[in-house]
């Protein structure tokens, strides 16, 4: 009997963890372990932010995947060593034969000096609920929405955000009295998309009256004034402040010795192994360098279909099969864009020559993220 650890229930862990099962039924044993007790799918936060989705919807017990006979962890992981095979966590240790780490990306909010508690972390449940609240009741004038640092997951997802609160705001009718502002170090949206898709974005944003402020660089808040100051010694007043936070490698991964020169796992691009026999790194944590010198996004999409593989050839393995698949890096994503529409952008970033193409936003697409939530759940709980 084989045992599979899988570190993390986030979208890769959880695709992983189901598709392993699903190939080697139960002559192996898969256990996952999370310090979250539930899984949450960050792709329905946009509509949490409008008061769209209760927050019981977007999110499911990983308790739960016992009923398939995964066996769950409700746990920190405090240590990761692969040189004896074997991860700790706060109240235990486990061996594994194959180790899937698929922790994510952590937050890391106090890299912004002075944030108080009257901002809102576009990226954190709780903040997202005290954003919706504090919407209905919003009766200021300037509302900015600020990228702290690249890399960040979903480069759709502050974007998605801003046409939201257009809608919303247009909804209200207090659209007019509303300055809407983005502030990026981005040179375009979603840069990595292409030159063509980040220019249609933008266009998208200024006809919607959203103000577009590339190359800026979070230095500090002043809660107090309520003003961002960026690292040109330009600042900004605001009434509200909805940003996305800094990025990093949580601390056991760091303290594994498995990241590179990028704080991120190293991988091969095709396969997700990394520079130990038997560990894989999926998703977030990983980083994988494309043609162009630029980085893979961090977007649950890639965590999924990198799961899919994974999971594809540990199981070949083990059984004996020579079945071998390969990460090609394909990807797709949504973007809400409000009044029941959401475009949609699909390509290949491994290809020498990247073309990423949006399909025009409509409703069939809005219907088809709303599909995609709905499949999620049916489909890995
Ligand atoms: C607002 C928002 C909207 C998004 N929309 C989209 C979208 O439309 N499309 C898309 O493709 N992507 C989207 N994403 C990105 C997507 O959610 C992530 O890329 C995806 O979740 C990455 O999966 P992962 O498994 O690598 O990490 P995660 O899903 O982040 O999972 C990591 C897990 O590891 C656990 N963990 C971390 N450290 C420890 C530890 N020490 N001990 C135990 N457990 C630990 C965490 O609790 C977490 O459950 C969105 C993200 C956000 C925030």
Known sequence: MKQILILGGGMGGLVVANELKKKLGKEHKIILIDKNSKHIFYPSFPWLMLGLRKPEKIQKPLELLRRK????????????????KMVKTTRDEFSYDYLVISLGAELASEKIKSLSNSEYNLYQFEDV????????NFNGRKVAIVISS???????????AAFLLDYYFEKKGIRKEINLQIF??????????????????????EERGIIFNPEKKINSIDGKNKIIMFENNQKVQYDMLIYVPHH????VVKNSKLTGETGW???????LETNQKNIYAIGDINSIKLPDGKMLPKAGVFAHYQAEVVANNIASEIMGKNSLKEFKGDGLCFLEIGFGKAGFARGNFYAEKREINMKKPSRVWHLSKILFEKYWFWRYF
């Open 248 to 251: 990093k490698a949580p601390d």
């Open 150 to 160: 690249l890399p960040f997951k979903c480069p759709a997802a502050p974007y998605e």
């Open 129 to 136: 609920e005290r954003l919706r609240d504090a919407l209905r």
């Open 184 to 205: 990026t170090p981005e040179t375009l949206p979603m840069p990595v998309a292409g030159q063509k898709i980040g220019e249609a974005i933008k266009q998208m944003l």
């Open 265 to 271: 796992i190293p991988v091969n691009a095709e396969t």
């Open 69 to 84: 006979g995964i066996i769950f962890v409700n746990d920190k992981i405090t240590k990761i060593e692969p040189e004896k």
